[in-house]
């Protein structure tokens, strides 16, 4: 049994390593931590599940084992991970799909584990060896796919009717599947010696796309916090200039850290975390098409904003008036990049072609300095 620690070792901390680089990545924090736990232990409770099922398919000889690994247990386990995705993305407080991609990873890795954990029971003495091989492929292949549904659910909460909100989820469940069966079917085919490595190439790869669609959807709720935070909810336009900077949070925070101090910081983080969340859930209103799902979110809407007035009391005036001038009220994103944009514009556009609005406003100006002179000579 003393054998086999270090491979349970590498099968738990390797795995949960890759979810807590997920959850960091999600620096807005759209996957709440509690939820993630939850989605977690739901993937726990999936490995059990379709555990049975395996093993009922194979004892009553309705499928070889064979058959079992290639076909039926990689429909069946994304099924069972994919559960508690279409009761959270149901939930009010669900943002978009950033939120549903990270809660998909969550579940995927909890299955993971405790299969590896089946495995290596098996193993023995090979233990190590197939732990260290199954946390850079298998693992991450069960985390990518249910990750790929979290973001098809994700997405389908603001489709229009809920026969295309059906589809879509089914879409990604689909795609969930095929990739597992896609997997399964290659390292149950492949007799080569490098059959490690295009497992790893495939986890990675798989990984690597969920990480890619993270980051990409990240950049849109950024543009979404720019324009949905406001004053409507006390939003200072310094706040909101903080918020759609979480990426880089710690170094914006670092002369408030030295001067209040970690816990105060943290209190910071957590009220920005907040204003963030409720910037996403503005957006979220618009973008639904269903009326109750909007009723239940405006709800949500109403008591985040209690707990960020709660937070922001915690935060204290003090820090308050520090944080809203770490950027000037005037220096929003936003109007920066509409700044720009006009500026290119009238530059790029020839005075004497078209309409120019500078160029108009200088004629005008100097047209008003010239009148009362043209009087005067009168």
């Not at 890619?212 to 310094?238: H, N, P, Q, Y």
Request: a positive charge.
């Amino acid at each position: 049994m003393l054998i086999l620690i270090p491979a349970y070792l590498v099968a738990l901390l390797i795995p949960a390593f890759s979810l807590w680089l997920v959850y960091k990545l999600d620096f807005y924090k759209t996957g709440e931590f509690r939820i993630i736990m939850v989605s977690f232990f739901a993937g726990i409770i999936a490995f059990w599940l379709a555990s049975q099922a395996n093993r009922t398919t194979i004892s009553q000889g309705w499928l070889e084992r064979l058959d079992v690994i290639r076909y039926s247990a990689p429909i069946v386990e994304e099924i069972l991970k994919g559960l508690i995705l279409w009761y959270l993305v149901s939930r009010p407080r669900f943002t978009y799909f950033v939120e549903g991609a990270v809660y998909g990873f969550a579940a995927g890795i909890g299955f993971a584990i405790f299969e590896n954990f089946q495995y290596i029971e098996s193993a023995q003495s090979a233990g190590l060896t197939l732990a260290l091989s199954r946390v850079v492929s298998t693992n991450l292949i069960h985390a990518a796919a249910t990750s790929a549904l979290g973001i098809f659910l994700g997405q389908a909460r603001f489709e229009r009717g809920w026969l295309r909100r059906i589809g879509v989820g089914l879409a990604g469940l689909l795609i969930a599947m095929l990739l597992h069966v896609g997997f399964n079917n290659l390292v149950t085919r492949v007799d080569s010696g490098l059959l490690l490595l295009y497992a790893a190439v495939c986890g990675l790869a798989g990984a690597g796309l969920i990480a890619f669609t993270i980051k990409r959807g990240l950049k849109t709720g950024k543009i979404w916090l720019e324009e949905s935070l406001g004053m409507a909810d006390r939003v200072t336009s310094g706040e909101a200039a903080v918020v759609t900077r979480m990426e880089s949070v710690d170094d914006i925070l670092e002369p408030l850290a030295e001067r209040f101090g970690k816990k105060k910081t943290n209190e910071i983080k957590d009220f920005l975390t907040k204003q963030a969340r409720l910037g996403f859930m503005r957006k979220s209103v618009e973008r639904l098409s269903d009326e109750r799902m909007k009723r239940g979110t405006e709800e949500e809407i109403v008591k985040l904003r209690e707990q960020v007035d709660i937070a922001r009391r915690k935060v204290g005036s003090y820090a308050m008036l520090f944080l809203r001038h770490t950027f000037p009220e005037d220096s929003s994103p936003l109007w920066g990049r509409l700044e720009s944009l006009i500026q290119e514009k009238a530059a790029a556009r020839p005075a004497s072609g078209g309409v120019n609005l500078w160029a108009t406003l200088k004629t005008r100006q100097e047209e008003q300095k010239n009148q009362p002179k043209q009087e005067h000579e009168e």
